[in-house]
């Protein structure tokens, strides 16, 4: 078992990293520090990995509920992720393994480094090893690569070395990474276990989003072995091969994304918005319309991991939107969110979005103009969107005024 792990960033305008410091366990509890190396600090243009962790020597406690600092649990792998390091580290002898076995080091330093944001975890302090591997696996292989990872079949080094690239980027859902030229995608594909087109749910949820001027991460859906793939182009990467600093609105609140569920809220983020973003008069009002598309498309996913924004080490900047996906629902049902909307109010209504226009510096007649821009949007652009999605009749039957437009959306407060 690894005894610690060392912090490698990709600062702004740089093409390679720098170690930047060490992770190591705190007593024999669960608990790591983070420790700025004296050389980082003494660098020029050293920044800071996030507010929680200021550029000071000595070592760093996590926030309260956290086993290690928010940031650096952005890098790691969490449930796929984890299955795929599983499957490497514990290998068939172990297929029924719980996605997190193995301890937090030991994900860090077997998960692949191509991660989301710009950090990476080695072994050296001094000489940096990606764990990358130059793989010809087409997207085809990678999808039935995936698929036997679920079954719990064997699988080739060569495919099972494909999937490792991928082990960090988030979620549950089976994923990889490829690349086409100088672009970078996430491949978002169906689970063996789906009983309904997830796939094609969130492309035309991210296709509305895109349509109804959210800025969104650009999608395509792609048919292979006869499956729905989703493509999601990445925002973290700049063309010139470098990486840029990212936080998720977890580690914005200063909250585990698993252990305070209840606890986080649109209010709280907005409030913290205020205090750190770069332009929050024009953040509050995008956070506020990406809120009210959720509502009107049922993404009940939007939980404090599925939101971020840029670091520099001086202000934060939101990403495009990402995983958004309309949800199942039924006629008259009222959803709700795992951020509360308004204090104390996590009701999928566009009441409670309204209740919450002053969180977001708006009056009451400007939240109600916004809802309506968008709900034109939506009913204007849902056939488009749908063709864009390749969405059958029967799958547009399904989502139109159940999970987009449900009538109870519409209920008061």
């Known amino acids: 078992m690894p005894e610690e792990a060392y912090v490698w960033v990709w600062l702004p305008l740089h093409h390679d990293p720098v170690v930047c410091g060490v992770v190591r366990p705190r007593g024999a509890g669960p608990e790591h520090d983070f420790t700025y190396g004296r050389s ?8 800071p990995l996030a507010p929680e962790l200021p550029l000071v020597s000595g070592r760093q406690r996590p926030n309260v509920g956290l086993d290690v600092a928010g940031v650096l649990l952005d890098g790691t792998p969490d449930s796929w992720g984890r299955r795929v390091v599983n499957e490497r580290v514990l290998g068939r002898r172990d297929r029924d393994s719980e996605p997190s076995d193995l301890s937090l080091l030991t994900y860090m330093l077997e998960s692949g480094s191509d991660r989301i944001g710009a950090l990476d975890f080695q072994a050296s302090p001094s000489t940096y090893l990606p764990r990358t591997v130059d793989s010809e696996a087409t997207l085809e292989q990678l999808l039935h690569a995936a698929e036997m990872l679920e079954e ?4 080739p080094t ?7 690239l991928g082990s960090t980027v988030g979620g549950a859902r ?4 490829i690349r086409d030229g100088d672009r970078r995608f996430i491949a978002k594909f169906p689970s063996t276990t789906d009983q309904l087109p997830y796939v094609r749910y969130e492309a035309v949820a991210m296709e509305l989003s895109r349509r109804a001027g959210i800025e969104t991460a650009r999608t395509d859906i792609v048919r292979t072995a006869g499956r729905d793939v989703l493509l999601v182009e990445r925002f973290d990467r700049r063309a010139d091969g470098g990486r840029r600093m990212q936080l998720s609105a977890a580690t ?4 585990n994304p698993e252990r305070a569920v209840g606890a986080m809220s649109y209010v709280d983020l907005a409030e913290r918005i205020r205090a750190d973003f770069d332009d929050p008069s024009e953040t509050l009002v995008e956070l506020f319309r990406r809120i009210v598309l959720n509502v009107l498309v049922r993404n009940t996913d939007d939980h404090a991991r599925n939101h971020a924004a840029f670091w520099d080490g001086r202000g934060l900047d939101l990403t495009p939107a990402y995983d958004v996906t309309s949800s199942h629902g039924r006629i008259d049902s009222v959803a709700s969110h795992p951020m509360s909307i308004a204090p104390g109010d996590n009701r999928s209504l566009l009441a409670v979005c309204v ?6 510096h708006l009056t009451s007649t400007r939240a109600h103009e916004l809802i309506d821009e968008l709900v034109g949007v939506v009913q204007d652009q849902w056939s488009d969107a749908a063709d864009a999605a390749h969405l059958t009749q029967g799958q547009r ?3 139109w005024q159940t999970s987009i437009l449900n009538p109870a959306i519409w209920w008061e407060a």
Do not use: C, N, W
Not at 174 to 177: R, S, T
């Open 40 to 47: 980082y600090l003494e660098r020029p243009g050293a920044l």
């Open 152 to 155: 719990g079949e064997e699988m």
């Open 158 to 164: 060569s495919l099972s070395d494909a999937l490792l």
């Open 174 to 177: 089976p994923k990889a990474l």
């Open 252 to 255: 914005i609140l200063g909250l």
């Open 355 to 360: 209740r919450a226009a002053p969180v977001f």
């Open 397 to 399: 039957q399904a989502l």
